[in-house]
């Protein structure tokens, strides 16, 4: 045909000119003899089959332009896929030579240099917020509860092309930093419950200048006696504000028995009262509690119209609370890890340094500049000169820092100025690895590390470490959860006629089973391959039930061998079955798709736009069992091309109904769960797939080292993140594939280790 006498040997040698050289008697015995025998009558350049040309990767000058459709052509090699089944079939070695020589030819290719690719500045997402002010400030905050759902890309809520932020999210992020930073810290001014509250219509002393508010015109006090039942220190809090005149502020002193206490600037004006707050000590009885006006001014005819006024002080609210002692010597435990010095005398600043100096460097997860913490400083200043207490100043500071884009964000310093990739910083490497490990800030252990420059040496140990820790459940979660797809059991909703067996207990469940069986092989260390087909599995009561697994009581999880073949590994939990089913029956196409997808590394394309849907067709009525309608479904020949691949590894699971039971009828018909793969390979139920895909570990494994390492990255990978996976996987395999050796691949790998340079 045409297209194949466009592939003459010259072409084929420019082809592979752009990779680094390979052998070239392999290529020109091997490779290019295959292509031109076995993929052009299909696949040239007039209207190839899939919209997929092998010509045009032959065309294409740039191997990094095409790079992912030869991954494409080196996966259907070796699944069998390609060439179809009804053309003729090359031998099997020489398929796999041809597919390990450009598998060969393109790792040389992107491996001759280190490329980390670029990630975008991350903003924490809902679950990484939420567990940075737990290990920052000892706060339960629910992000879930106050943020707004987080976008995806490449399956995972941590890409940080796709984390947006949005005018609303920076009004709840503000929010929320008040609403920590209150909880956290306990100031006088959050104790809400005084033990005297005197309006103005109260009080004594001064004019009436409303309802609301007695006025001060020259010097006097307005005030009231209290009895103090106790001795002990008391909060005192007055609402003020003044008539401005002159050149300087109003000027207010606190007073008890007439003995002046301390002094206030009071800026406010009428329309804008603040609140003024000291805390005294004072012993029990009655006490005169008053404050003065301590600067009058009267100038109305001043002939400098910017001195003419009449300066005034206004009371509106007089507020003893307390004693305060035993609240304030018996804070939240967030309030006593902060706040680890205090005030002596008027001397503030070095407490309040030493406190901010560091919380920011925790909550940047970096060195914090003394220009960040001289703003900060300068806050608390001002609070403390506006008359409010020490606590609510850092308090304050507190509330911005968890609003500044260097906590918001995850930073990783100023662009190198070199073009070669550098390594990230220790300090950056620990926010990468606590983010990927745990969806947290650094700990202590990985701070120390990093401000000593050992933390990269020491990389094994704190892996480990990390892994041991409790909090590596949030790889569990966040990880398993996404890859799995178990996070959309929240949304499934069976059919309740169907399916009345369906209820909160067991959706928990079936998606707890999915969580201990991964989270078991992270803490036991062990075969990432045991995913597929481990003989055991984890259930409470409820599950059980529903697995018809007898002896099992109580609704604590715990494991249990499996005596057949029905269950075992991800392929046959309750969870992916029921995901991957519609609220009515199952759909072996859901689920041949998940399989491809999340298991086998191999997504088919989108579905056509014109391909007709299932249930409706305009040549004929579809009728008989699920598998035969799929079968009607797939004679579309612009459907076939798609659905022989997907459809037989679903049908292989339609001994589950959508919920996930075994069944050996779908209504009246038997269930026929035989099949074979695109490579010819026979099964027949869920037992033998399970076996089949068991024996294609290293494709699964590969699989799940380019999922682990997007989600590790926060980006999606690119043709160049191929040699890093090969050597992951490589590394995996010469260690029995244990789930910690592949964690240490990914945390000492190329894209996690450096960050790109400027571009030349």
């Given at each position: 045909?045409?297209?194949?006498?466009?592939?003459?040997?010259?072409?084929?040698?420019?082809?592979?000119?752009?990779?680094?050289?390979?052998?070239?008697?392999?290529?020109?015995?091997?490779?290019?003899?295959?292509?031109?025998?076995?993929?052009?009558?299909?696949?040239?350049?007039?209207?190839?089959?899939?919209?997929?040309?092998?010509?045009?990767?032959?065309?294409?000058?740039?191997?990094?332009?095409?790079?992912?459709?030869?991954?494409?052509?080196?996966?259907?090699?070796?699944?069998?896929?390609?060439?179809?089944?009804?053309?003729?079939?090359?031998?099997?070695?020489?398929?796999?030579?041809?597919?390990?020589?450009?598998?060969?030819?393109?790792?040389?290719?992107?491996?001759?240099?280190?490329?980390?690719?670029?990630?975008?500045?991350?903003?924490?997402?809902?679950?990484?917020?939420?567990?940075?002010?737990?290990?920052?400030?000892?706060?339960?905050?629910?992000?879930?509860?106050?943020?707004?759902?987080?976008?995806?890309?490449?399956?995972?809520?941590?890409?940080?092309?796709?984390?947006?932020?949005?005018?609303?999210?920076?009004?709840?992020?503000?929010?929320?930093?008040?609403?920590?930073?209150?909880?956290?810290?306990?100031?006088?001014?959050?104790?809400?419950?005084?033990?005297?509250?005197?309006?103005?219509?109260?009080?004594?002393?001064?004019?009436?200048?409303?309802?609301?508010?007695?006025?001060?015109?020259?010097?006097?006090?307005?005030?009231?006696?209290?009895?103090?039942?106790?001795?002990?220190?008391?909060?005192?809090?007055?609402?003020?504000?003044?008539?401005?005149?002159?050149?300087?502020?109003?000027?207010?002193?606190?007073?008890?028995?007439?003995?002046?206490?301390?002094?206030?600037?009071?800026?406010?004006?009428?329309?804008?009262?603040?609140?003024?707050?000291?805390?005294?000590?004072?012993?029990?009885?009655?006490?005169?509690?008053?404050?003065?006006?301590?600067?009058?001014?009267?100038?109305?005819?001043?002939?400098?119209?910017?001195?003419?006024?009449?300066?005034?002080?206004?009371?509106?609210?007089?507020?003893?609370?307390?004693?305060?002692?035993?609240?304030?010597?018996?804070?939240?435990?967030?309030?006593?890890?902060?706040?680890?010095?205090?005030?002596?005398?008027?001397?503030?600043?070095?407490?309040?340094?030493?406190?901010?100096?560091?919380?920011?460097?925790?909550?940047?997860?970096?060195?914090?500049?003394?220009?960040?913490?001289?703003?900060?400083?300068?806050?608390?200043?001002?609070?403390?000169?506006?008359?409010?207490?020490?606590?609510?100043?850092?308090?304050?500071?507190?509330?911005?820092?968890?609003?500044?884009?260097?906590?918001?964000?995850?930073?990783?310093?100023?662009?190198?100025?070199?073009?070669?990739?550098?390594?990230?910083?220790?300090?950056?490497?620990?926010?990468?690895?606590?983010?990927?490990?745990?969806?947290?800030?650094?700990?202590?252990?990985?701070?120390?590390?990093?401000?000593?420059?050992?933390?990269?040496?020491?990389?094994?140990?704190?892996?480990?470490?990390?892994?041991?820790?409790?909090?590596?459940?949030?790889?569990?979660?966040?990880?398993?959860?996404?890859?799995?797809?178990?996070?959309?059991?929240?949304?499934?909703?069976?059919?309740?006629?169907?399916?009345?067996?369906?209820?909160?207990?067991?959706?928990?469940?079936?998606?707890?089973?999915?969580?201990?069986?991964?989270?078991?092989?992270?803490?036991?260390?062990?075969?990432?391959?045991?995913?597929?087909?481990?003989?055991?599995?984890?259930?409470?009561?409820?599950?059980?039930?529903?697995?018809?697994?007898?002896?099992?009581?109580?609704q604590e999880f715990r494991r249990v061998d499996l005596a057949d073949s029905r269950r075992g590994g991800i392929l046959t939990m309750a969870s992916m079955l029921t995901i991957t089913?519609?609220?009515?029956?199952?759909?072996?196409?859901?689920?041949?798709?998940?399989?491809?997808?999340?298991?086998?590394?191999?997504?088919?394309?989108?579905?056509?736009?014109?391909?007709?849907?299932?249930?409706?067709?305009?040549?004929?009525?579809?009728?008989?069992?699920?598998?035969?309608?799929?079968?009607?479904?797939?004679?579309?020949?612009?459907?076939?091309?798609?659905?022989?691949?997907?459809?037989?590894?679903?049908?292989?699971?339609?001994?589950?109904?959508?919920?996930?039971?075994?069944?050996?009828?779908?209504?009246?018909?038997?269930?026929?769960?035989?099949?074979?793969?695109?490579?010819?390979?026979?099964?027949?139920?869920?037992?033998?797939?399970?076996?089949?895909?068991?024996?294609?570990?290293?494709?699964?494994?590969?699989?799940?080292?380019?999922?682990?390492?997007?989600?590790?990255?926060?980006?999606?990978?690119?043709?160049?993140?191929?040699?890093?996976?090969?050597?992951?996987?490589?590394?995996?395999?010469?260690?029995?594939?244990?789930?910690?050796?592949?964690?240490?691949?990914?945390?000492?790998?190329?894209?996690?280790?450096?960050?790109?340079?400027?571009?030349?």
């Amino acid at each position: 045909m045409p297209s194949r006498q466009l592939l003459a040997p010259s072409l084929a040698l420019l082809l592979f000119a752009p990779l680094a050289a390979a052998d070239p008697g392999t290529r020109d015995q091997t490779v290019v003899p295959f292509l031109k025998s076995h993929c052009l009558d299909c696949h040239g350049d007039t209207e190839p089959e899939a919209d997929f040309s092998i010509q045009q990767l032959l065309d294409s000058k740039s191997v990094a332009d095409e790079f992912l459709a030869w991954e494409k052509v080196i996966k259907s090699l070796r699944s069998g896929e390609m060439p179809p089944k009804d053309e003729p079939r090359p031998d099997a070695k020489q398929a796999e030579a041809v597919a390990a020589w450009i598998e060969s030819t393109l790792s040389e290719f992107e491996c001759s240099q280190a490329h980390p690719g670029h990630v975008t500045i991350r903003r924490l997402n809902r679950i990484e917020y939420e567990n940075t002010i737990r290990d920052l400030l000892g706060v339960h905050f629910d992000a879930r509860a106050h943020f707004p759902a987080d976008d995806t890309g490449y399956g995972f809520d941590n890409i940080g092309d796709v984390l947006s932020t949005s005018p609303l999210l920076m009004e709840k992020h503000v929010a929320a930093a008040q609403r920590i930073s209150e909880q956290a810290i306990l100031a006088p001014e959050m104790i809400h419950e005084p033990a005297a509250l005197y309006k103005a219509g109260q009080l004594d002393g001064g004019a009436s200048a409303s309802r609301d508010a007695r006025i001060l015109t020259s010097s006097g006090r307005v005030g009231e006696k209290h009895a103090f039942r106790d001795s002990g220190t008391y909060v005192v809090r007055v609402t003020a504000a003044g008539d401005q005149a002159g050149t300087e502020p109003v000027r207010m002193a606190l007073m008890i028995d007439s003995k002046p206490v301390t002094e206030f600037a009071v800026h406010a004006e009428r329309a804008a009262p603040e609140m003024f707050l000291a805390r005294v000590k004072i012993d029990k009885g009655q006490r005169d509690v008053a404050v003065s006006f301590l600067n009058d001014y009267y100038a109305p005819n001043d002939p400098d119209p910017n001195m003419r006024g009449d300066r005034n002080l206004l009371v509106y609210l007089l507020e003893i609370i307390g004693p305060i002692d035993a609240v304030m010597q018996n804070p939240p435990p967030s309030h006593r890890q902060l706040m680890i010095a205090q005030p002596e005398g008027d001397n503030w600043r070095d407490a309040a340094q030493a406190i901010l100096r560091r919380f920011a460097t925790r909550a940047f997860r970096r060195p914090a500049s003394d220009d960040e913490i001289n703003q900060l400083l300068a806050l608390v200043g001002q609070t403390i000169e506006d008359g409010e207490s020490f606590e609510r100043g850092i308090q304050l500071a507190v509330q911005a820092t968890l609003f500044s884009p260097s906590f918001l964000f995850r930073f990783e310093g100023e662009e190198v100025e070199s073009a070669a990739p550098q390594p990230v910083d220790e300090f950056a490497l620990a926010s990468r690895l606590s983010y990927f490990l745990w969806s947290s800030m650094p700990d202590d252990e990985l701070f120390r590390a990093a401000a000593a420059g050992q933390l990269r040496k020491d990389l094994k140990t704190h892996v480990a470490r990390m892994l041991a820790d409790p909090k590596s459940q949030a790889l569990v979660d966040n990880f398993s959860g996404q890859w799995l797809e178990t996070r959309l059991l929240d949304e499934v909703e069976p059919n309740p006629e169907r399916f009345p067996q369906f209820d909160e207990p067991l959706r928990i469940a079936m998606r707890d089973e999915a969580n201990h069986l991964f989270a078991h092989i992270l803490r036991e260390n062990r075969s990432v391959l045991e995913l597929l087909d481990a003989r055991y599995t984890f259930v409470n009561e409820r599950l059980a039930r529903h697995y018809g697994i007898e002896g099992v009581r109580g609704q604590e999880f715990r494991r249990v061998d499996l005596a057949d073949s029905r269950r075992g590994g991800i392929l046959t939990m309750a969870s992916m079955l029921t995901i991957t089913s519609h609220p009515t029956r199952t759909s072996p196409v859901k689920r041949g798709k998940w399989i491809l997808e999340q298991v086998l590394g191999d997504p088919p394309p989108p579905p056509i736009p014109d391909a007709p849907p299932l249930d409706a067709s305009a040549e004929a009525e579809l009728t008989g069992t699920l598998r035969e309608r799929l079968e009607q479904h797939r004679a579309d020949k612009s459907c076939a091309a798609c659905h022989h691949k997907i459809d037989p590894l679903g049908f292989a699971l339609e001994n589950y109904d959508a919920i996930g039971r075994w069944r050996d009828k779908d209504g009246n018909f038997d269930i026929d769960a035989s099949g074979a793969l695109p490579d010819g390979s026979q099964f027949n139920g869920p037992g033998d797939l399970r076996r089949l895909i068991a024996q294609r570990g290293a494709q699964f494994r590969r699989t799940l080292v380019e999922k682990m390492l997007t989600y590790a990255l926060g980006r999606g990978l690119e043709y160049y993140d191929r040699c890093a996976v090969e050597k992951i996987c490589r590394k995996m395999a010469d260690d029995d594939n244990r789930f910690a050796g592949m964690i240490l691949g990914i945390a000492s790998s190329d894209p996690f280790q450096l960050r790109g340079g400027k571009n030349p």
